[in-house]
């Protein structure tokens, strides 16, 4: 597993770049609430980080400044406040992470519903979010180009719910069992 001390020493302008945003992705994380009051509207990326006993069976690399919590998913946005406060602690129409945390809690009971998509049903939506407020934390990076800072990142740091740009070795398949489970869990075929 790759570990976070792991820095290249000759870097590139864009090497430099991902590697103070994973300085910053390194440090400590924040609860959600108190991110949802930081968070810039400027671009960047961001990581989830959670503890042991979320999801103990997904490996994840761990912060360097709190080790008992692993990085879960890593992500982009051009606005890191709309994107984050909008679609990953509100929609799972319009987020990735949702949609396989709700994949992975299935079994707890969420439900979902067909619209143009599958999506959780109202109710399990404010669950997922609560839910989300109890059990992740929250560390971000300023970056005006952040599309080729999370490719490089995620193929460096494997997080565990991340299944594109991803070595295909290096893909969970619980969590592509999790996001299948859930995209076939209502439709119109379901």
Do not use: C
């Amino acid at each position: 597993m790759t570990n976070f001390s792991e820095r290249p020493v000759h870097v590139s302008p864009a090497q430099a770049r991902a590697e103070e945003a994973l300085r910053l992705l390194s440090g400590p994380p924040f609860a959600l609430d108190v991110a949802a009051k930081r968070l810039s509207r400027g671009g960047g990326v961001y990581a989830w980080w959670a503890g042991p006993s979320v999801f103990p069976w997904l490996d994840g690399v761990p912060n360097e400044n709190v080790p008992s919590l692993r990085m879960l998913y890593l992500g982009r946005a051009s606005s890191l406040r709309g994107r984050i406060l909008r679609n990953h602690l509100r929609r799972s129409g319009s987020s990735t992470l949702r949609r396989t945390l709700a994949g992975l809690l299935l079994s707890e009971g969420y439900r979902t519903t067909w619209t143009d998509r599958v999506v959780l049903v109202p109710e399990d939506e404010e669950r997922l979010t609560s839910w989300m407020h109890a059990n992740l934390r929250l560390t971000w990076a300023e970056d005006a180009e952040p599309g080729s800072i999370e490719a490089a990142l995620v193929q460096r740091l494997h997080p565990p719910l991340n299944v594109s740009g991803v070595d295909p070795a290096d893909v969970q398949p619980s969590v592509v069992e999790a996001k299948n489970a859930y995209n076939t869990s209502s439709g119109p075929d379901a």
